[in-house]
């Protein structure tokens, strides 16, 4: 299990495995879009960055698919931005604890990165 994800995040020499789809990577990915778009525009590079490393990875799990961009509203201000985390968190969370992928430990490190963030901005 924990080989796979490794693997297919980089992180040793065996060929990732490619998946034909996961609802919850695509689930995470758009969410981490969502959130890296409310934080650049709210000033919160450093939180943004986490976003985007989550991005790059989730995209990289997903291929060959490729999981079109959505017009989702960015959080408005930090309050709602701490909103939006702390709901991308639990989502996350909850994705981690039902996949049945191999994909739980990243999915749960996304679900706890995001609840840092969300204390941060509270």
Avoid: W
């Avoid at 909850?94 to 901005?121: F, K, M, N, P, Q």
């Amino acid at each position: 299990m924990g080989a796979a994800v490794l693997a297919a995040a980089g992180c040793t020499r065996e060929k990732a495995q490619i998946i034909t789809s996961d609802a919850d990577l695509t689930a995470a990915l758009r969410t981490a879009r969502t959130l890296a778009k409310g934080a650049e525009a709210l000033g919160y590079g450093d939180i943004a960055q986490d976003h985007l490393t989550h991005v790059e990875t989730l995209e990289r799990l997903l291929l060959p698919n490729v999981v079109s961009e959505e017009e989702a509203a960015a959080p408005a201000d930090a309050a709602a931005l701490a909103e939006a985390e702390s709901t991308g968190s639990r989502e996350a969370a909850d994705s981690c604890l039902a996949t049945e992928s191999d994909y739980a430990v990243v999915l749960g490190e996304i679900a706890a990165s995001r609840a840092a963030h969300a204390a941060v901005l509270a």
